[in-house]
């Protein structure tokens, strides 16, 4: 191989590492199952959360997920310029996981008077981090 092309696939490989080096992994709740209420007073249904992250991310039981709604809002004086906001909604907590995926219960969810929800509860689509803070 001549050194010319030893060059040059050192390149291409460089450019390949940083490209994919800045690349993150959205992980975020796929699916939600719960008891089917049975009219009964005061009756508390219990309801699991399915996320996209595993033990392979790190994911363990009792690992604490921050979960985040993005809200998107249009800018018709800015070019249409679209924002968006992460908001934190709640927390999750992994009551069990596989290599790629967990099963989840709520820990808490935050009841934010200050910004407007359509819907007070986690959904499907809403995004998961592990939490890093307390």
Not at 42 to 65: F, M, R
Not at 85 to 108: A, R, Y
């Amino acid at each position: 191989m001549s050194k010319k092309n030893i060059i040059l696939l050192v390149s291409i490989s460089i450019i390949t590492f940083y490209s994919y080096s800045g690349y993150s992994t959205t992980y975020s709740v796929y699916n939600i199952s719960q008891d089917i209420p049975m009219g009964e007073k005061d009756e508390i249904l219990a309801k699991n959360y399915y996320v996209n992250i595993g033990q392979l991310q790190g994911i363990q039981p009792g690992t604490i997920l921050d979960v985040y709604r993005t809200i998107s809002s249009l800018d018709p004086y800015s070019n249409n310029i679209r924002y968006n906001h992460d908001v934190k909604i709640g927390e999750l907590l992994v009551v069990h996981s596989e290599k790629n995926s967990s099963i989840t219960s709520l820990k808490q969810l935050i009841a934010n008077t200050n910004i407007y929800f359509e819907i007070d509860s986690v959904i499907i689509g809403d995004q998961v981090q592990v939490k890093t803070t307390n």
